[in-house]
């Protein structure tokens, strides 16, 4: 082959290549089914927004810094201090940087990528469980209770996260050190959306003022018919008695700009004017995450976890568990749930003692807040900051954010009940959450012990340097 041969062959190649990658990336990007183009599937967290590759990707050859952009902007908020214990910030640190030899931890990727099923574990994660080695390997001689421990028990439920802490730090174990399994208050906190709808300031309280409506109130336009019973239960319930008229969600436009319109499926961009709170933490979790990417909502027959077959269809809207015109939270709290959820732990729960408690509270032999439901646990009543000047309890409506590791869920759950060292073995028993806790924990969980031993290795020693 001669130079000039070479030379085209070259040439040639090289067009060949630009129009593939060409092809790719217009494929990727422009065509309906981009799945196709994946090198694996997706982890479990992410399989819901498989098709919106832009959620990640903004071009096909999508470098580190863009990815990591992208994880942010969907998780930042939780990868923060307090709720962080690592948070990257930590690790651009220069006084840090020699722990980034072995393992760059200020990449999200680094621990969490994607595409990889063959190497993903719990939790998303892609190293291996003992990864913390690579930085706290004197761990044994900065701490003699440590001594001899093995580096893949360090993340081991009840002992630490790498993330979210909250509940398993020294100060906070110390803190709660011998309570009893069950505290002698034992209830959750009150909602309160009601009482502070005054100082909500995007409320609009100009077009829907807070006043109970009578039954000729009623805004419905000509035309439109609703059956006694649903006109009966908007009358009676929440929205009527707050002054929220038909056309509060019927009433609303196709497109910014445009006239609104009746209409007789309303959907939570009609709830978000008046609930913005619940629609922005419903679309973080599980339930609501594909309305986030603009995706149409979940079904059940797409789900990865069991389903109860006969209602592959239900879509994943507010709808789901509110159903109108009642929107009534009793029932959404557990028989919403049972309406899809079929997995062992879902069904045992009416076996549970927590289930009898939450029955006495309906039948008003219990006090309010005493019962346990399913939302108790996954949905729970939280103090949330909704600005700079101004906090309330809100019915956190991510799913996901007690759960995996699912000590997130001892604060604000089990501890308005239960004591620190009982909650921790019983969230370490596979056995016991399977059956949704019936019985006690069959696990001893060791950090309490350690935390005590710590506590009062640091008294013996100020006692001998008082006594010098
Ligand atoms: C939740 C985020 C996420 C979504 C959604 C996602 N990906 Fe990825 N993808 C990643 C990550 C993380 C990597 C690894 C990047 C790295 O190692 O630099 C990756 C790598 C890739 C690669 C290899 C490219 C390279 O640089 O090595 C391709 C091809 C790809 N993804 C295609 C897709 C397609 C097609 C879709 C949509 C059908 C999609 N991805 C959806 C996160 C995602
Ligand atoms: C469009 C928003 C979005 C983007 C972008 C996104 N995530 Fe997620 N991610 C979610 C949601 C929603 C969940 C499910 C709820 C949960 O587990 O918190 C989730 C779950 C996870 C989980 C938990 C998985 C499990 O099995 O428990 C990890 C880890 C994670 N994401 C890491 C990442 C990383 C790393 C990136 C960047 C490559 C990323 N995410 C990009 C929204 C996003
Ligand atoms: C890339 C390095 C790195 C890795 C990997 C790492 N850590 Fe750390 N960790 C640190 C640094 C730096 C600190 C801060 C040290 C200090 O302030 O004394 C820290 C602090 C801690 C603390 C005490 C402070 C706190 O706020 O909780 C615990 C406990 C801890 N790490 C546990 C773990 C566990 C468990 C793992 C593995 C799941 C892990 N770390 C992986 C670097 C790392
Ligand atoms: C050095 C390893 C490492 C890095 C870097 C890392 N993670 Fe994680 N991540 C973990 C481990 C380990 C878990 C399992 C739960 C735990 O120990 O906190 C986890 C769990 C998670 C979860 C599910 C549980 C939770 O607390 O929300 C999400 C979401 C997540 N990581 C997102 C991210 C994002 C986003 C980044 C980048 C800003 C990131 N992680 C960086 C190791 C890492
Ligand atoms: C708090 C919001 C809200 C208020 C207030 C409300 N609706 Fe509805 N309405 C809904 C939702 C949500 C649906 C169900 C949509 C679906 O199934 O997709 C619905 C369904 C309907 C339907 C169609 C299906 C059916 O059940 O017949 C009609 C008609 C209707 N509403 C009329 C009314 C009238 C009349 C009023 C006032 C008396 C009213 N609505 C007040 C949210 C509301
Ligand atoms: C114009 C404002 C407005 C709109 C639009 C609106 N709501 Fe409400 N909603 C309220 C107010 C105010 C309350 C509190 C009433 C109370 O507790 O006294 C409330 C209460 C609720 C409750 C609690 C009911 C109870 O019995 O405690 C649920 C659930 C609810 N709304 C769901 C929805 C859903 C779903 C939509 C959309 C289909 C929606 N709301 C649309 C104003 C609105
Ligand atoms: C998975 C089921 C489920 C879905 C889906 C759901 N909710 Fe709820 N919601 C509940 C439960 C359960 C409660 C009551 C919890 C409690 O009493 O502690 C509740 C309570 C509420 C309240 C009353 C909050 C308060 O502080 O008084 C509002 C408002 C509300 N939901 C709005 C919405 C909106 C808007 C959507 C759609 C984005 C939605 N919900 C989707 C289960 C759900
Ligand atoms: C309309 C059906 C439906 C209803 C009603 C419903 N869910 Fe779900 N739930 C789903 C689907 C679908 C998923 C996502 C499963 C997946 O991605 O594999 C899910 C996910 C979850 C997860 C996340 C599990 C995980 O491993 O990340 C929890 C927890 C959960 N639901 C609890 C509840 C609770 C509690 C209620 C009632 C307050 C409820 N659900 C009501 C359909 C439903
Ligand atoms: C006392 C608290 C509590 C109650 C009550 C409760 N759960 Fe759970 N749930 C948990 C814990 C803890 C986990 C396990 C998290 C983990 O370790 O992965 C869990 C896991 C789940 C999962 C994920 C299952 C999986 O295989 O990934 C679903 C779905 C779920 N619960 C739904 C429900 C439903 C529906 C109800 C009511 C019928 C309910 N839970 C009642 C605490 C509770
Ligand atoms: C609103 C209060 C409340 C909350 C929240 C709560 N519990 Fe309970 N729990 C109780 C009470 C009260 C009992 C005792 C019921 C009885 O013996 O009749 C109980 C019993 C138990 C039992 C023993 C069941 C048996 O058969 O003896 C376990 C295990 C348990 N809870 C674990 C948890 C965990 C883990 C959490 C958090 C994920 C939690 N609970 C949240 C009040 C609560």
């Given at each position: 082959m001669d130079k000039k041969q070479r030379r085209a062959l070259v040439g040639l190649w090289l067009v060949f290549t630009l129009a593939l990658v060409g092809w790719l990336s217009y494929s990727m990007f422009k065509s309906e089914d981009k799945t196709v183009f994946m090198p694996g599937p997706l982890t479990g967290g992410h399989h819901q927004i498989g098709v919106a590759c832009t959620a990640c990707h903004t071009d096909p050859l999508t470098s580190g810094e863009v990815i990591q952009q992208a994880c942010v902007n969907c998780h930042g908020e939780d990868r923060k201090k307090p709720v962080d214990s690592h948070p990257r910030a930590k690790f651009t640190d220069p006084r840090n940087a020699d722990t980034l030899e072995n393992i760059d931890a200020r990449q999200c990727i680094t621990c969490h990528t994607e595409h990889q099923p063959d190497m993903t574990g719990n939790n998303g994660l892609t190293q291996p469980v003992d990864f913390c080695v690579h930085c706290h390997r004197d761990i044994g001689d900065d701490r003699p209770s440590h001594q001899g421990m093995a580096f893949d028990t360090c993340n081991s439920a009840g002992c630490h996260n790498f993330h979210n802490n909250r509940a398993l730090y020294t100060d906070f174990l110390i803190k709660h050190?011998?309570?009893?399994?069950?505290?002698?208050s034992r209830t959750l906190p009150a909602r309160e959306f009601a009482d502070v709808l005054g100082e909500i300031?995007?409320?609009p309280a100009d077009r829907y003022p807070v006043t109970p409506l009578a039954d000729g109130d009623a805004d419905v336009p000509q035309g439109v018919q609703l059956a006694a019973a649903d006109h009966g239960d908007w009358l009676e319930t929440a929205h009527a008695n707050a002054g929220?008229?038909?056309?509060?969600?019927?009433?609303?436009?196709?497109?910014?700009?445009e006239k609104p319109e009746w209409t007789d499926t309303p959907d939570h961009r009609a709830c978000a004017q008046c609930h913005s709170l619940e629609v922005a933490r419903f679309q973080r979790g599980k339930h609501g995450m594909r309305l986030a990417v603009d995706l149409p909502p979940m079904t059940t027959g797409e789900a990865r976890l069991p389903m109860k077959p006969e209602t592959a269809h239900e879509q994943l809207g507010c709808n789901g568990c509110h159903s109108a015109h009642r929107f009534d939270t009793r029932a959404a709290a557990v028989e919403g749930c049972l309406g899809c959820h079929a997995d062992n732990h879902s069904l045992a729960y009416k076996d549970s003692p927590h289930y009898a408690l939450w029955q006495k509270e309906l039948n008003g032999?219990?006090?309010?807040?005493?019962g346990v439901s399913c939302a108790s646990c996954h949905m729970p009543r939280v103090n949330f900051d909704v600005n700079d000047w101004m906090s309330r309890i809100l019915?956190?409506?991510?799913?996901?954010?007690?759960?995996?590791?699912?000590?997130?869920?001892i604060r604000p759950a089990c501890l308005h009940c239960h004591g620190l060292g009982y909650t921790l073995d019983a969230l370490a028993d596979p056995a016991l959450i399977e059956n949704n806790f019936?019985?006690?924990?069959?696990v001893h969980v060791k950090s309490m012990a350690l935390a005590e031993a710590d506590l009062k290795r640091a008294e013996a020693e100020r006692a001998g340097s008082g006594a010098d």
């Open positions: 050190l011998h309570e009893p399994d069950l505290l002698v300031v995007d409320y929220v008229n038909c056309s509060a969600c019927h009433l609303v436009a196709p497109a910014e700009n032999e219990g006090e309010p807040g005493s019915v956190d409506h991510n799913q996901n954010a007690t759960l995996s590791p699912n000590e997130k869920m019936r019985g006690m924990p069959a």
